[in-house]
């Protein structure tokens, strides 16, 4: 080698360490003014163009708000407990107290394409995916050859389509026409419902001329838009199918204790809304209990609560009847009124206990979240869970109606109490099971609305009017009738809400179970013959 | 057959007619009174009988059941705090409170009689309460009648200003609408569209219809806003989430909540569990703070955000002050919930409004109505919100600065935005056609809270003796 080239050697060498230190020191610096407030937003663009592995570091414990800054401004990372790591390297002791930098939703706005642009090229492919997902979100123009770069090298399919997404974002913006037509296809493909403003404006819908010149794109961008349509109007149908299931499956709850008592007893019983808010109570009751004695258990205190709800609200409903109900047998108006005159003591009770104000019942862990099944619609696990609940437990109704012999007790008793006395069946007894079985599956409801909404010595007088409503629409005497009544009830109520609103929905339902029960007094389902007839 | 479901529908008919306990029979109380029914006599009406020694009675008028007591209980607890703090440096005028607690249980025509019972029959020199701006204007007729005063500490809809009525809360202009100019600045997330979402009676109501008129002003479409209610204790949010998320997609949206009282719960239940995230949609809302985030998981919900004069986080020696003041109040008289108690503004606005009357009375020298009226206006009180709060000379409401705060994992907020110094309140808001026009002055020669002209325009000033 001769001198020339040695000496370009050396200065090459020299201005490549000069560099790198310079940039080493704009990383440093940057990562100081992550904690000025002024400064964040240009630091992180610094940060999200440095090589460095530090710099991913940094952004990620910004984003998980993680990141302290001592004193004099280095970065480190809160671990575990008190555990701290220093992000670039070192001995790891701040100097000083620790500072959290502020993040706000401009940041995090910031950030999201900025760790999505680092994670592009990661080996695992669950965090390629959602990066290529958190791109497609926005339009980031900046950040084109890196992604056209990344789908590229991309061999996943369905990360490949994640990645058409997010360059579509810019090349529908963009001038060319081929780009164009190809966004347009990934876009057609996916039907991505966050493609509408931008196809409408192609197209000219809505009341604007359309932007787009080109013939053949705004053919391509109008097909774009009717599959973008129709996928909306799919995911919002089944989306309110499965909301009204939920709310059916709500109702159903609420309704199958008084089904059981109205429809088998004949006993209008203006107390049910409080059993159902006593089962309520009743998971607080254990939530408070497992918090107190398992506090390392505490997702456990929901299943603990079922068989507790059930059996403290069936044991109340069998001294009801006992001390109550059984004397006012035949006599409709006084049960109301006697049965009304009990809710009002057990909701004082209860606030003589508890407290006037609602009390808090946490969700579980495993119950907290959903799933996006479909873009913009998600199943609830709480949700989800109430509708399995709700499953099951009308499989339990139906179970000891039909396959025990108290069920078969009780039909007999519920079809002509005098010839079933007549064989030999105590049918006293078997009214205070029957009382006592359906005020405890009013309980079931109970634990069912705690995980739903608010729980407070009032939560009966909201469900009692829905649950009578279901029971006269079904037809008592029948399951079948509940679950019509509660399931008809929910979609309905389901399907008009999107078009009318909560309020408006609500009146619409009443007014038309009014009309209704107008043509049709006996419900849905009605037991037939002489015996019911006479009733 | 038919006469068992007559009675069904009867039993329907007595459940849906009865609300249940702690609705007592509707008495002469009236219900949605008309706004700002200004009684600006000439002379005023003689006031209700007050004792002139002993104790000095004072009314609070607060919901400790139903679904606004998530929020009104602890407005009673911080006012028997503060009251407590008075008595222990000596009382008013040398004499000592006696507070007069009523629960209306969230019942706003029961809101209006105990109102009535307060004034009549115990002779309060004042009253401190209501939440709801339908509370409010249930027991405006009561107060105007009887020539009692309101201290109000909640922020409402504005469109109001009454002779017997102060307002130690937020109007529009201090809270919604510095919320939605910066939602809509590049800070802020530059929304284009928007969803109003409230529970249906007069406040989100009005709110709403002032916001229409301030975003069309700024030039967002009709069909750029989605506006939807529901009612009190509703708790089934999945549509209207789901909608809210087909409405905003491929634009950038901004949600404001003016949902009041436990459904809050659910709904931020909901939000959590359909993973709608701040940095997305970003949800604004006026009538949640520290304590009806108590019962939330906030973690979640990190990012969203609320508007108000004040903050718990706020950093400042009047607001470590009151803080540690609660808190030994919350252990001395082991209120529920013990350690887990917060502060919040409607806290701090029924704080600073006791403060302003018991100076108003002291300057005074009496606790006459007529009197104090006078001596609140122009007082002033360094405030926890760290700066000094003052009522104006004019308007009966306070001048108060406007934090905006998005809410941290621990249910705790930070403040991402906040004014200068406090902001003079206008209750009758310049973007309504209607209400620009509209004055709210006591002073002469206007005296009134809702006219155009003053009413002793061009006269002397005895004219008004």
Redesign the interface.
Known sequence: MNIRSLISLCVACVLALASASARAQDLRQAAKDLGDTARVEAAVDVITQSKDPAALALLQALSD?TLRLDTAGTPFVAGEGNALSAVFGGAGKPAGALTTP?V???L??QL?PALASFKLAFPDPKVRLAAAKDLA?SRNDELAPLIRAAAAKERDPEIKRAFGLALAQIDLNGSDKQLKLAALAAVTAAAD??????LERMTGS?SAKPSETDADVRKAALSALQAVNSR?ML??FV??LF?GL??GSVLLLCALGLAITFGLL?V?N?AHGELLMIGAYSTYAVQRFFSSYFPTHQDWYLPVAVPVAFVATAGIGMALERSVIRFLYGR??ET?LAT?GI??IL??TV?LIF????V?V??PSYL???I?VMP???L????LAVIVFASAVTTFVWFMLQKTPLGLHVRAVTQNREMAAGMGIATRRVDVWTFGIGSGVAGLGGVALSQ???V???LG??Y??DS??VV?LGGVGKLAGTLAGAFGLGLLN?LL??AA???LG?IAILGLIILF?QRR??GIFALKGRAA?A? | MKSRFELMLLGLLAAVGCKGPGDAAPAAATSAAPAAASVAAAAPAPAAKVADTGPIKVGILHSLSGTMAISETSLKDVALMTIDQINASGGVLGRKLEPVVVDPASDWPLFAEKARGLLQKEGVAVTFGCWTSVSRKSVLPVFEELNGLLFYPVQYEGEESSFNVFYTGAAPNQQAIPAVEYLMSKEGGAAKKWVLLGTDYVYPRTTNKILRYFLKGKGVADSDIMEQYTPFGHSDYQTIVADVKKFAAGTPTAVVSTINGDSNVPFYKELANQGLKAKDIPVVAFSVGEEELRGIDAKPLVGHLAAWNYFMSVKNPENDKFIADWKAYVKAKNLPDGDKRVTNDPMEATYVGIKMWAQAAEQAGTVDVNAVRQAVAGQTVKAPSGFTLSMDYKNHHLHKPVYIAEIKADGQFQVVWKTEGPVRAMPWSPFVPESAKKVADWTFPWVCGNCTEGKFKGQPATAAL
């Open positions: 708000d502020l706000d939703n401009r995090r706005r999201e979100k419902g966050s493609f509408k403003p931008d809505a909306i995911i919002s989306g309110n909301y939920s709310l004949r209008i203006m409709p108006l109301l009304w809710s009002l909701i004082q606030r407290g006037a104000q609602n808090a946490a969700n907290a979240g959903g996006e913009g619609f998600v609830t696990y709480s949700r739903l909404g608010n407070g010595p009032e007088q909201q009692i009017v009578f409503m006269v389901k809400e999107p609103g909560a309020v609500k029960i007094p006996q007839e009733m």
